[in-house]
Antibody, heavy 126, light 113 residues
């Protein structure tokens, strides 16, 4: 059974830092791209960042570029999100999500989220 | 960035009736290399993470009831629930993955009339 378990959320002051973790199990973690998606209280879904299976490529939403860093440790089946210079509008539940897709002989096509964690709440407030 | 716009923002449908949610992208999400539309639909119930319903615009995820269907191509897409059940009350989101800067629609809240 695929499981994604986020941790590391909490209350932090504006300008502070936090590191989120997502422990994966039930699948070959190193074979899948992963993403972080967040949801502010009472609001919709916002994709935050993605990382390819081999760790070679990372992607960020404009709202977090330069402040957040996504990484992964395939030996530990764990995804991370280092969040720096946090702002009140970063307050949200942060979900990690596995990217589904397939590869042909010439290309890989992925990007929908077939498994999600339960989320961890980050609150940025003084 | 590709902007995803859903309509309506909220919808009330009687039990057993059809529910239709629209999603429009600001540019085509059709891959010419595999002839597939990079469009997914999710269902989110209160206090729960989103659940994948449909990917590649019309492929139903394993275990999703067949009353859920997706259609459309290019920039215009539709999620249809053929016969609304009480457990379908939720917020529904579309998402494009044509661009690696993934984007979601704003969500459509579906309620029982």
């Amino acid at each position: 059974e695929v499981q994604l378990l986020e941790s590391g959320g909490g209350l932090v002051q504006p300008g502070g830092s936090l590191r989120l973790s997502c422990a994966a199990s039930g699948f070959s973690f190193s074979d899948f791209a992963m993403s972080w998606v967040r949801q502010a209280p009472g609001k919709g879904l916002e994709w935050v960042s993605a990382i390819s299976a081999g760790d070679a490529n990372t992607y960020y939403a404009d709202s977090v570029k330069g402040r957040f860093t996504i990484s992964r440790d395939n030996s530990k089946s764990t995804l991370y999100l280092q969040m720096n210079t946090l702002r009140p509008d970063d307050t949200a539940v942060y979900y990690c999500a596995r990217e589904g897709g397939y590869c042909s002989s010439s290309n890989c096509y992925r990007g929908y989220f077939d498994y999600w964690g339960q989320g961890t709440l980050v609150t940025v407030s003084s | 960035d590709i902007v995803m716009t859903q309509s309506p923002d909220s919808l009330a449908v009687s039990l057993g009736e059809r529910a239709t949610i629209k999603c429009k992208s600001s540019q085509s999400v059709l891959y010419s290399s595999n002839n597939k539309n990079s469009l997914a639909w999710y269902q989110q119930k209160p206090g729960q993470p989103p659940k994948l319903l449909i990917y590649w615009a019309s492929t139903r995820e394993f275990g999703v009831p067949d009353r859920f269907s997706g259609s459309g191509s290019g920039t215009d897409f539709t999620l249809t629930i053929s016969s609304l059940q009480a457990e379908d009350v939720a917020v529904y989101y579309c998402q494009q993955y044509y661009s690696t800067l993934y984007t979601f629609g704003q969500g459509t809240k579906l309620e029982i009339k």
